[in-house]
């Protein structure tokens, strides 16, 4: 058995909480489980993939650190919106719960009156690029869909560290 397969694999994982969402209400609304992702179950899918990967076992794959960026709207406007604060509140519960730590900016509403995230990607970017340094991730996992973080992806390279990268593709029609 070589070093590297001794040696811990540490793992961060990061959402994109907006994408995040957008996947898991596609399975409890749209797909023939009806069911949300299991954040539980989604981190050992992720330690099994880069276990495999590494070909190394899958206790030596830990995920030491693990944040969901979201903007997020004001209590104020989500009590107008039925149980939104309520379901906000839940999934935070289980958030915690899991061990993700959570990063919020307040969703802005445009003139036309369409709610937008302003910045929230280049927050995890730079959250993501400075923990990598500091806790010396050996792989970077992103739960994402946009072109948006490929710089992030080749500053990472330049720091050997590996990045995996979450997507779903899937189809459906309102």
């Given at each position: 058995?070589?070093?590297?397969?001794?040696?811990?694999?540490?793992?961060?994982?990061?959402?994109?909480?907006?994408?995040?969402?957008?996947?898991?209400?596609?399975?409890?609304?749209?797909?023939?489980?009806?069911?949300?992702?299991?954040?539980?179950?989604?981190?050992?899918?992720?330690?099994?993939?880069?276990?495999?990967?590494?070909?190394?076992?899958?206790?030596?794959?830990?995920?030491?650190?693990?944040?969901?960026?979201?903007?997020?709207?004001?209590?104020?406007?989500?009590?107008?919106?039925?149980?939104?604060?309520?379901?906000?509140?839940?999934?935070?519960?289980?958030?915690?719960?899991?061990?993700?730590?959570?990063?919020?900016?307040?969703?802005?509403?445009?003139?036309?009156?369409q709610r937008q995230e302003r910045g929230i990607d280049v927050w995890?970017?730079?959250?993501?690029?400075?923990?990598?340094?500091?806790?010396?991730?050996?792989?970077?996992?992103l739960i994402a869909s946009d072109s948006d973080f490929v710089p992030?992806?080749?500053?990472?390279?330049?720091?050997?560290?590996?990045?995996?990268?979450?997507?779903?593709?899937?189809?459906?029609?309102?």
């Amino acid at each position: 058995m070589s070093d590297n397969q001794k040696k811990l694999t540490r793992i961060g994982v990061f959402y994109d909480g907006n994408y995040f969402l957008h996947v898991s209400n596609y399975y409890a609304y749209h797909h023939e489980r009806r069911g949300r992702l299991s954040i539980a179950g989604l981190h050992e899918f992720i330690r099994h993939k880069i276990a495999e990967e590494e070909q190394k076992d899958m206790h030596l794959c830990q995920i030491v650190d693990a944040h969901y960026f979201r903007g997020r709207l004001s209590a104020q406007e989500a009590s107008t919106e039925g149980n939104r604060l309520f379901y906000d509140r839940l999934f935070d519960d289980i958030l915690m719960m899991e061990g993700v730590t959570t990063h919020y900016l307040p969703v802005r509403t445009t003139f036309f009156g369409q709610r937008q995230e302003r910045g929230i990607d280049v927050w995890m970017a730079l959250e993501a690029f400075e923990l990598a340094l500091h806790k010396q991730f050996d792989v970077l996992v992103l739960i994402a869909s946009d072109s948006d973080f490929v710089p992030l992806v080749r500053k990472l390279h330049t720091l050997g560290v590996r990045v995996m990268l979450f997507a779903w593709d899937y189809d459906f029609y309102y």
